[in-house]
């Protein structure tokens, strides 16, 4: 960033910004990322890509009318610009964001201020179902439904389910070794690991599963890359033609069914319920620490 130009819109501030950017913007600093109260500063925006800041700094910030831009964990973004109000804006931006995720999409900037705040967007996975609500809850992947109860088997070679799961929250990742965004996801997550095995050791399971390879194939490929400590389970798949998971009962599902791009990862609740979803690789996977630890302050079996 300081390399590129500023933008229009930071030209016409700068003269009545400079006094307080020089007595220092307030930063708030937060596990593994940094959200400043800089509005020119895209890099702080947290989750989005390269192609979301880049907009957010040379097309959102010279927008004209009131316009607003809005997130979601995960990553989708939004933004609108021309409205009649500040409100309209938001609003607006909103409705946009959430058309793209199933999860809640919440405001950064609006108009020349950023509205963000860190400590409603760690609780953006919430609320959380109560026992009895999973109990109800159909059956499926989306957000706010009962994970299925698949069957794989652990390290020692024991049987193992989503449903034996229960009582902690859980990370399921599903990945093959042939991925490439895979294996450069891998280091991020094999990171973040660590560090929940140091924070939240008895709150959280994390499980990766194989996808068309054989077990021996991807426990070779991790130990190769030095992150072998990883929790791999044997998904059952045996090979590239493999293309089932098996649920309870011995019942087959197409693993496109669960994990629609490789790789897929999704955190369920300590009752089953899937409270976040992601396909495709995260850059970042510390980033949504906070995300783990308000889910286990909040959540009881």
């Not at 016409?12 to 913007?25: D, E, K, N, S």
């Not at 010279?62 to 997130?71: K, L």
């Amino acid at each position: 960033m300081t390399n590129r130009p500023r933008p229009v819109l930071w030209r016409r501030l700068a003269a009545r910004t400079m006094g307080w950017l020089a007595a220092g913007a307030a930063v708030l600093a937060i596990p593994a990322m940094t959200i400043a109260a800089d509005l020119f500063d895209a890099g702080a925006i947290p989750h989005v890509g390269t192609q979301a800041r880049d907009s957010y700094y040379q097309l959102f910030l010279n927008a004209a009318g009131h316009r607003a831009f809005a997130i979601a964990p995960g990553g989708a973004w939004a933004w609108t610009s021309g409205q009649d109000s500040a409100e309209t804006a938001e609003q607006s931006a909103l409705v946009e964001c959430g058309k793209r995720t199933r999860q809640r999409c919440v405001p950064y900037a609006v108009d020349d201020r950023v509205t963000f705040s860190r400590q409603q967007w760690s609780r953006l996975w919430g609320p959380y179902a109560s026992a009895a609500q999973a109990a109800g809850a159909k059956v499926g992947t989306a957000v706010g439904q009962r994970f299925p109860n698949l069957e794989f088997t652990n390290p020692q070679g024991e049987t193992h389910s989503v449903a034996r799961l229960r009582g902690k929250l859980a990370l399921l990742h599903f990945w093959g070794s042939w991925c490439p965004p895979c294996a450069r996801e891998l280091p991020s997550l094999y990171g973040f690991y660590r560090i929940l095995r140091e924070r939240l050791p008895a709150d959280v399971a994390v499980v990766l599963l194989q996808m068309r390879e054989p077990i021996e194939q991807a426990r070779d490929w991790l130990t190769q890359q030095g992150i072998e400590t990883l929790p791999l389970f044997d998904s059952g798949s045996r090979g590239t033609q493999d293309h089932s998971l098996t649920a309870a009962g011995n019942t087959k599902l197409p693993d496109r069914d669960i994990a629609r791009v490789f790789p897929s990862s999704y955190v369920i609740d300590r009752n089953g319920v899937v409270i976040f979803s992601q396909r495709g690789p995260i850059t970042d996977w510390t980033e949504y620490l906070a995300f783990f630890e308000d889910a286990a302050r909040r959540t009881t079996p």
